[in-house]
C-alpha cells in the first residue's frame, strides 16, 4: 500500500505549515487571487466587527483602527525584510 502521508499531510502539519506562512490568498472566479490576513489578525478583525455590529463603537472608528492595524503590519513586514536584506549582504 502506498505511503499517503505525503499526500495528505497530517491535521498538525497542516497547522505548522500555516503557522510558518507568511502570506494567503484564495482564487476567486471572477476578481483572481486575493489576499487574506493572517488568522491572528483575522480575529481582531472579526472582534472590531462584532464591537461595531454590536454598537459598542462606532463603525467609522473600526474602520480606522483596522486600516492602521493593516498599516502597521505591512510597514513591520517590510521593514523586516529590509533588515533580513541588510544582513545578508553585510
Same mark, same amino acid.
Given at each position: 500500500m502506498a505511503d499517503n502521508s505525503r499526500i495528505n499531510p497530517s491535521h498538525r502539519e497542516t497547522v505548522e505549515r500555516v503557522r510558518q506562512a507568511e502570506?494567503?490568498?484564495?482564487?476567486?472566479?471572477?476578481?483572481?487571487?486575493?489576499? $487574506?490576513?493572517?488568522?491572528?489578525?483575522?480575529?481582531?478583525? &472579526? *472582534?472590531?466587527?462584532?464591537? #461595531? =455590529?454590536?454598537? $459598542?463603537?462606532?463603525?467609522?472608528?473600526?474602520?480606522?483602527? &483596522? *486600516?492602521?492595524?493593516?498599516? #502597521? =503590519?505591512?510597514e513591520h513586514h517590510r521593514t523586516l525584510h529590509d533588515i533580513g536584506d541588510a544582513l545578508e549582504m553585510a
Open positions: 502570506r494567503f490568498a484564495v482564487s476567486l472566479p471572477i476578481v483572481g487571487r486575493v489576499g $487574506i490576513p493572517r488568522p491572528e489578525h483575522l480575529a481582531f478583525y &472579526a *472582534a472590531l466587527g462584532a464591537l #461595531a =455590529a454590536l454598537e $459598542i463603537i462606532e463603525w467609522p472608528v473600526a474602520v480606522i483602527v &483596522a *486600516a492602521g492595524h493593516v498599516m #502597521a =503590519a505591512e
